[in-house]
């Protein structure tokens, strides 16, 4: 490996770098897409599963990316180029420095759909998002949905241009406490509406009888989105703290948090829906329009609609921001370190990214309704491409590395600068034979999902 570390910008110390990592897990993931996958699998088994995976697949995959990024000290194409110049670390550093570049775009525009909400809100216009075809007529509607998308896309920008210690490190410390309190009072209104307590007991206890083999796969699937795992950000977080910083130890605050967060966003609307529903689980299985659409309808059945509303997408909004800023970041990471530009020039260049790539997504539903990929609208694509088949690559390629050319004991002693690593064994037989099992399936499940032979 070479060992010539490059300077770089670094986070103040270890509190900022644990909120800006859990930033990072913390977003739409969370909030609308695990809830509804653990509607659709089972309410609680569903969480019993993704718990046990996230501390143990997700816990091998974030040290090992975390720790990569902080011994080379780069983003991911130069955390793989540190141990070679072969045809596979090339691949292997590109693809997971690509993925965040194509998810921030789409990613940006649902945060401009979020704003849009928030706004709505605001102005009092509870039972007009209500409406059937609230939701669709807006994103047809090219013109409002290109500037609620430019909107939320310049915010990111505007803090990555600030920095790390002074934007994407400050941002996370004002933003992350705020979401967590939020998250609490909104969870604690949903779970004492009348008929709430039902939706309580479906999410957190397990009823094995609604076991499957696809509660696997979808919480395995869920685990990458909701961890931030496979996008490049771990490396690039990585590669901005110091050797005193306990990679174990944050990682299990990252775990921490992230779970204590799907699970309020699972009280906040598992509860509120199956009161609003008189009981009716099928309603939770509305997938992604679960948020735009069937959760208006919750709110303005409520007496305080208003507010729930308001302080619900004010909650997404901060979570999708903290998500978008950190792919944002990987990206400019990548651009500084393999081009040697100057952060400024390096926001810009992600900037117009975002913008060409989320102004095709956003106007994929209005002007741009005709295009579609694999049968899929632009913005379904890029989730599909990203999300279902570039990710499982890019994780197997980090097992790939940790495991045959670093090797599990080099990456072991770096952690053990600053850990204990108590879970040391557990790790080392993850990534070595459980994880990239667990990949394999979760990349053939995509790709047998989108031709129809299954479902997930």
Do not use: H
């Not at 966003?265 to 509305?286: C, E, Q």
């Not at 670093?406 to 990534?431: D, H, N, T, V, W």
């Amino acid at each position: 490996m070479n060992n010539n570390k490059i300077t770089r910008s670094s986070f103040s110390g270890k509190l900022g770098y644990v909120l800006a990592v859990a930033g990072s897990a913390v977003g739409l993931g969370n909030i609308w897409r695990f809830p509804y996958l653990a509607a659709k699998y089972g309410g609680g088994i569903f969480l019993f599963t993704y718990l046990i995976l996230m501390f143990t697949f997700g816990y091998a995959l974030i040290v090992s990316e975390t720790a990569l990024g902080r011994m080379t000290k780069r983003s991911p194409v130069g955390a793989f180029r540190a141990f070679g110049k072969s045809p596979f670390l090339r691949f292997g550093g590109w693809i997971n420095a690509i993925i965040p570049m194509l998810i921030v775009p789409y990613y940006s525009v649902i945060g401009g759909w979020v704003v849009k909400y928030l706004i709505e809100y605001l102005r009092g216009n509870t039972a007009a998002l209500a409406e059937d075809n609230c939701f669709t007529s807006f994103i047809s509607n090219s013109a409002e949905t290109e500037l609620w998308f430019l909107l939320f896309s310049l915010i990111v920008i505007a803090v990555l241009f600030a920095g790390v210690k002074q934007g994407v490190e400050r941002v996370s410390k004002i933003m992350m406490p705020l979401l967590v309190i939020l998250a609490l009072f909104v969870a604690g209104y949903a779970v004492t509406r009348p008929g709430a307590w039902e939706g309580v007991k479906y999410f957190l206890v397990p009823n094995f009888e609604n076991f499957s083999w696809m509660t696997v796969v979808a919480a395995m699937g869920q685990m990458f989105y909701s961890l931030s795992i496979a996008m490049g950000i771990l490396y690039t977080y990585g590669s901005y703290i110091k050797e005193d910083v306990d990679i174990e130890k944050s990682t299990k605050q990252v775990e921490l948090f992230d779970t204590a967060i799907a699970m309020l966003a699972g009280l906040m609307i598992i509860p509120a829906v199956f009161a609003f529903s008189g009981g009716d689980a099928n309603t939770l299985k509305a997938g992604p329009s679960l948020m735009f659409i069937t959760l208006p309808k919750v709110f303005a059945s409520m007496g305080l609609g208003m507010g729930a509303g308001i302080l619900f997408f004010l909650l997404v909004l901060l979570a999708a921001l903290t998500s978008a800023i950190s792919l944002a970041e990987s990206g400019v990471s990548t651009f500084e370190d393999q081009f040697g530009w100057t952060r400024k020039k390096s926001t810009l260049f992600m900037g117009a990214i975002v913008i060409l790539f989320g102004s095709a997504c956003a106007l994929g539903f209005g002007v741009l309704d005709f295009v579609t990929l694999l049968g899929m609208s632009i913005l379904d694509f890029f989730d599909f491409l990203t999300n279902s088949l570039m990710m499982p690559v890019a994780a197997l390629s980090t097992c790939i590395l940790v495991t045959y050319i670093a090797g599990l004991e080099k990456i072991a002693k770096e952690i053990e600068q600053s850990s204990e690593f108590k879970r040391k064994k557990m790790y080392c037989i993850f990534m070595k034979y459980l994880a990239p099992f667990c990949i394999v399936i979760i990349l053939l499940s995509s790709i047998a999902s989108v031709l129809g032979w299954i479902t997930i």
